[in-house]
């Protein structure tokens, strides 16, 4: 791809203009796209028509624009992330059907967690997690387990960040995160009541593929007061049944 004038590449402004969409963010103008950007106006108007004549972004009759559906076909195309979810989705609804609460599954993707999937039911306590949303590794109970796993090198590299606190009891020192992840890997599943929302508990454990790689974290938010043992008995029944589901079909 040919360079900008500032070194960057088309792919690198294409990926900036698809980056301004988020959850709350999902019609804009080609002008707010460029101020959220860090585009000139006109090449943030030129990306946004070209991705719209591609189909990957769609225009209303407002001329706000929306990630298009073809965006979303592509990415499903052979995504080990919707394999996964397949996997899970039986056995994160017996989770959900037992416990009657958010159950979520959760995978590592540039140093944060990334939310594949989340089940409710209408008297689920509070949530703050979408599908496709993304918490910090350090301060949810998916996010401690899939940084427990995860190479040292990234640990390292979040352990030697600000930890942001998102609520009174979010772990913001170093030392405590440590020693956190080491009691992760020992007991197999984490229990972290409010990290995120002081009213909630977040129980987690590690969803392992066919080798025995982490994969995804499987979590269930409880009320803060809600004993987290039936749930843990859940999600680690759920994850051995998705590791099955993960295993290689037989040679043919």
Known sequence: MANSPSGESVTDRIVRVLDTFDTDRTLQTATQIGRRAGLPSSTAHRIVDDLVSA??????????????????????????????????????????????????????????????????????????TRIAGRLPLHASSSGLVLLAYAPAELQERVLAAPLKRLSADTITDAAALRRALADVRRL???????????????????VRDSSGTVVAALSVVLPREAAPEPALDALLAAARGIRAALDPLPPG
Do not use: C, K, Y
Not at 71 to 95: D, F, I, K, N, T
Not at 188 to 206: E, K, N
């Open 55 to 128: 189909g990957l972004l769609e225009r209303d009759d407002d001329h706000r624009v929306r990630l298009g559906l073809r965006l979303w076909e592509l990415a499903l195309r052979g995504s080990a992330a919707l394999r996964l979810r397949q996997a899970a989705l039986p056995h994160m609804e017996r989770v959900q059907a037992r416990i009657h609460e958010h159950t979520q599954l959760a995978v590592l993707e540039q140093d944060e967690a990334l939310f594949l999937e989340r089940l409710s039911s209408p008297e689920s306590g509070a949530n703050i």
């Open 188 to 206: 197999g599943h984490v229990v972290a009541p409010g990290t995120i929302q002081a009213v909630s508990t977040g129980v987690a454990v590690p």
